[in-house]
């Protein structure tokens, strides 16, 4: 059997997790059969689901090659005259207030700033922050068309993706020459000497001469090895090799512009050890993007959070070393127990002057992948909540011990079950269901959403790993939550990409407004660039529809793949909406301006028809 993933329906059927018997259906369906996946190399975490329950041995297949999302058409035009704002400081304060209303009118036509008050001379604020907002969406990376399995990408995308490795793992930054310098070993002595310079300035600067080279000289290995890499591609050689019933060479899982070890692809993907999750270098990052969100929180006016609503998921810790495992337990005041091994045992608690704040209630809700690939974790994360409810310590100083206190007096439980807050689907179910809902329009009401997400994710796990239905309790602590995030770690996929995120996110979002009556912030951490950005979900949204949808350079990349092209804007069509109905924080102008590229032009409906009627249907219906 050959399986086209990511990923097909066989190791998700009903059964045990281990130790199949016959009574479970993946072992009943593949029989003795050998199950050959050609899987995508970014997803390791659900690539192991497919080798523990179905027995399958992975081919690895590239992920699409990325790119800058760069300007197009009213973006650029607004850039120019930003651009004609800086380079005129010394004009006269009437040409100023006249350049201030031009660019006024080109942002708010854009949806990227308001009409009223009305700008002049004096708004070097204003145009500044456009200025900053314009080079985001110029910088921020987006995949480039799709991946055929087989081909090596095209030279100016290899230039690209070596740009954008360059500056994830190397903190350089090539211009496109450049790139292709290194991709035709042509390297010039300025581009060895910038090398050199970016070396000295990630702490090798007490280094000289010979001792100096070394570090540019092995940064520019390591660069010149990738991009041999990506110009050969194996994977159908490796396909027809594993069907021979021959050796496939492992090789790890993960984003190409972190782990460049995934190259060259046609290999088996392999796993990680568990006991070593989070790495310590998550539990350092952890900590500090726990406080660029308190930070982001409290900047819209907001006190500090009694309780947080975190969702996770197996492949974002898979592929950051449990960095989102790591922000829970920091929220907690918590860190990794380890035993004389130096592996993973449990959680204890920092003491409150260490942790600096009060420690802050997480309600955790973890995708099936994680609870299957991370029973561990998913104890260690129960363990640390039940601490924190049992510590004795002041309720203004641990906000986990006061809503566990409260549920206890009021349902006359055991500490234990109060101090639950690690909940996900029962055993053997994937899933909240909003996304299939949201697809198939077959909801009435906002509560249904509610009801079955609730009803799907209600099962809360202890720190013994067992599980059992505590949906009262999980209505009681979505009552308490005050904003819910989830972290956002792959160029390759953005939040309207999968309908999985609005499934989780957005399904938790709509419990908690249904709890509360209220709604309440929704953030994005994103971890792709650089130190990684907070953003509410509405600029999250806002910034994928302009640098993916609406961009010319992304549509027509997906639109020459056909009719796959055109089920792909369908999806992100799809997932926007779905964003919509369980937050109600996307904003009009995205659905007008998505109207306007493929609805109301005429050429562009026609032409999406002829190549896929099916989604061009539902793209005007939706």
Same mark, same amino acid.
């Given at each position: 059997?050959?399986?086209?993933?990511?990923?097909?329906?066989?190791?998700?059927?009903?059964?045990?997790?281990?130790? $199949? &018997?016959?009574?479970?259906?993946?072992?009943?369906?593949?029989?003795?059969?050998?199950?050959?996946?050609?899987?995508?190399?970014?997803?390791? /975490?659900?690539?192991?689901?497919?080798?523990?329950r179905?027995?399958? &041995?992975?081919?690895?297949?590239?992920?699409?090659?990325?790119?800058?999302?760069?300007?197009?058409?009213?973006?650029?035009?607004?850039?120019?005259?930003?651009?004609?704002?800086?380079?005129?400081?010394?004009?006269?304060?009437?040409v100023?207030?006249?350049l201030?209303?031009?660019?006024?009118?080109?942002?708010? #036509?854009?949806?990227?700033?308001?009409?009223?008050?009305v700008?002049?001379?004096?708004?070097?604020?204003?145009?500044?922050t456009?200025?900053?907002?314009?080079?985001?969406?110029?910088?921020?990376l987006?995949?480039?068309?799709?991946?055929?399995?087989?081909?090596?990408?095209? %030279?100016?995308?290899?230039?690209?993706?070596?740009?954008?490795?360059?500056?994830? /793992?190397?903190?350089?930054?090539?211009?496109?020459?450049?790139?292709?310098?290194?991709?035709?070993?042509?390297?010039?002595?300025?581009?060895?000497?910038?090398?050199?310079?970016?070396?000295?300035?990630?702490g090798n600067?007490t280094?000289?001469?010979?001792?100096?080279?070394?570090?540019?000289?092995? &940064?520019?290995?390591?660069?010149?090895?990738?991009?041999?890499?990506?110009?050969?591609?194996r994977?159908?050689?490796?396909?027809?090799?594993?069907?021979?019933?021959r050796?496939?060479?492992?090789?790890?899982?993960?984003?190409?512009?972190?782990? &460049?070890?995934?190259?060259?692809?046609?290999?088996?993907?392999?796993?990680?050890?568990?006991?070593?999750?989070?790495?310590?270098?998550?539990?350092?990052d952890?900590?500090?993007?726990?406080?660029?969100?308190?930070?982001?929180?409290?900047?819209?006016?907001n006190?500090?959070?009694?309780?947080i609503?975190l969702?996770?998921?197996?492949?974002?810790?898979? $592929?950051?070393?449990g960095?989102?495992?790591a922000?829970?337990?920091?929220?907690?005041?918590?860190?990794?127990?380890?035993?004389?091994?130096?592996?993973?045992?449990?959680?204890?608690?920092?003491?409150?002057e260490?942790?600096?704040?009060?420690?802050?209630?997480?309600?955790?809700?973890?995708s099936?992948?994680f609870?299957?690939?991370?029973?561990?974790?998913?104890?260690?994360?129960?363990?640390?909540?039940?601490?924190? #409810?049992?510590?004795?310590?002041?309720?203004?100083m641990?906000?986990? %011990?006061?809503?566990?206190?409260?549920y206890?007096?009021?349902?006359?439980?055991?500490m234990e079950?109060a101090?639950?807050?690690?909940?996900?689907?029962?055993?053997? #179910?994937?899933?909240?269901?909003?996304n299939?809902l949201?697809?198939?329009?077959?909801?009435?009401?906002?509560?249904?959403?509610?009801?079955?997400?609730?009803?799907?994710?209600?099962?809360?796990?202890g720190?013994?790993?067992?599980?059992?239905?505590q949906?009262?309790l999980?209505? /009681?602590?979505?009552?308490?939550?005050?904003?819910a995030?989830?972290n956002?770690?792959s160029?390759?996929?953005?939040?309207?990409?999968?309908?999985?995120?609005?499934?989780?996110?957005?399904?938790?979002?709509?419990?908690?407004?249904?709890?509360?009556?209220?709604?309440?912030?929704?953030?994005?951490?994103?971890?792709?660039?650089?130190?990684? $950005?907070?953003?509410?979900? /509405?600029?999250?949204v806002?910034?994928?529809?302009?640098?993916?949808?609406?961009?010319?350079?992304?549509?027509?990349?997906?639109?020459?793949?056909?009719?796959?092209?055109?089920?792909?804007?369908?999806?992100?069509?799809?997932?926007t909406?779905?964003?919509?109905?369980?937050?109600?924080?996307?904003?009009?102008?995205?659905?007008?301006?998505?109207?306007?590229?493929?609805?109301?032009?005429?050429?562009?409906?026609?032409?999406?028809?002829?190549?896929?009627?099916?989604?061009?249907?539902?793209v005007?219906?939706?």
């Amino acid at each position: 059997v050959l399986h086209f993933g990511t990923h097909a329906a066989l190791e998700f059927m009903p059964g045990k997790q281990v130790g $199949k &018997t016959a009574e479970c259906w993946p072992l009943r369906l593949i029989g003795d059969l050998p199950n050959y996946y050609l899987y995508a190399a970014n997803n390791p /975490s659900e690539g192991l689901i497919a080798k523990r329950r179905s027995g399958a &041995t992975l081919v690895s297949y590239l992920t699409p090659p990325v790119t800058r999302a760069e300007l197009y058409q009213g973006l650029q035009e607004l850039n120019d005259s930003v651009n004609r704002w800086r380079s005129q400081q010394d004009e006269a304060p009437e040409v100023r207030d006249e350049l201030a209303a031009l660019i006024q009118t080109q942002g708010e #036509a854009l949806d990227l700033c308001t009409a009223e008050p009305v700008w002049t001379h004096a708004c070097e604020a204003e145009v500044e922050t456009l200025r900053r907002d314009l080079l985001e969406l110029e910088e921020t990376l987006i995949p480039y068309g799709l991946h055929v399995v087989g081909e090596a990408p095209q %030279r100016p995308e290899r230039a690209d993706m070596l740009a954008a490795i360059a500056a994830a /793992s190397h903190g350089i930054e090539l211009s496109a020459e450049q790139s292709l310098e290194i991709i035709d070993d042509t390297v010039s002595d300025a581009l060895r000497a910038q090398l050199q310079a970016a070396d000295s300035a990630v702490g090798n600067d007490t280094l000289e001469g010979a001792e100096a080279d070394t570090g540019a000289q092995k &940064t520019l290995e390591h660069l010149r090895e990738t991009a041999i890499a990506l110009g050969n591609n194996r994977e159908l050689d490796a396909l027809i090799h594993a069907l021979d019933g021959r050796f496939v060479a492992p090789a790890p899982g993960g984003d190409l512009l972190r782990t &460049t070890d995934i190259l060259p692809t046609g290999r088996n993907l392999h796993g990680f050890d568990p006991f070593r999750l989070p790495s310590l270098f998550a539990m350092r990052d952890g900590r500090r993007q726990t406080q660029a969100l308190l930070d982001r929180h409290s900047q819209g006016g907001n006190d500090l959070p009694q309780s947080i609503a975190l969702v996770l998921w197996g492949s974002d810790n898979m $592929k950051n070393e449990g960095g989102p495992i790591a922000q829970a337990l920091a929220l907690l005041g918590a860190e990794p127990r380890v035993d004389g091994y130096g592996r993973i045992s449990g959680a204890r608690l920092l003491p409150l002057e260490e942790v600096g704040r009060p420690r802050i209630d997480v309600v955790i809700t973890l995708s099936g992948i994680f609870r299957d690939l991370l029973p561990l974790q998913t104890r260690m994360l129960a363990e640390a909540a039940l601490l924190a #409810a049992s510590a004795d310590e002041p309720t203004e100083m641990n906000f986990v %011990r006061k809503h566990a206190l409260a549920y206890q007096a009021e349902h006359g439980c055991d500490m234990e079950t109060a101090a639950l807050r690690v909940f996900s689907n029962a055993e053997g #179910a994937y899933g909240s269901n909003v996304n299939l809902l949201v697809d198939n329009s077959r909801w009435e009401d906002e509560s249904e959403l509610a009801d079955t997400y609730q009803n799907r994710k209600c099962f809360a796990y202890g720190a013994d790993g067992k599980a059992a239905a505590q949906a009262d309790l999980l209505g /009681s602590m979505l009552s308490d939550v005050q904003m819910a995030y989830q972290n956002l770690d792959s160029v390759e996929v953005g939040i309207t990409s999968l309908d999985q995120y609005f499934d989780t996110l957005g399904g938790i979002s709509r419990a908690v407004k249904r709890a509360r009556g209220e709604d309440v912030p929704v953030y994005i951490s994103d971890q792709t660039t650089g130190s990684g $950005k907070v953003r509410t979900l /509405s600029e999250q949204v806002a910034l994928e529809t302009r640098t993916r949808v609406l961009n010319p350079k992304w549509y027509e990349s997906v639109l020459e793949h056909g009719f796959e092209g055109v089920r792909q804007i369908e999806s992100h069509v799809t997932n926007t909406m779905g964003w919509s109905a369980t937050t109600g924080q996307v904003a009009p102008w995205v659905y007008q301006k998505m109207s306007e590229t493929f609805i109301l032009d005429e050429t562009m409906r026609e032409r999406l028809a002829s190549l896929n009627p099916h989604s061009a249907v539902k793209v005007v219906h939706r």
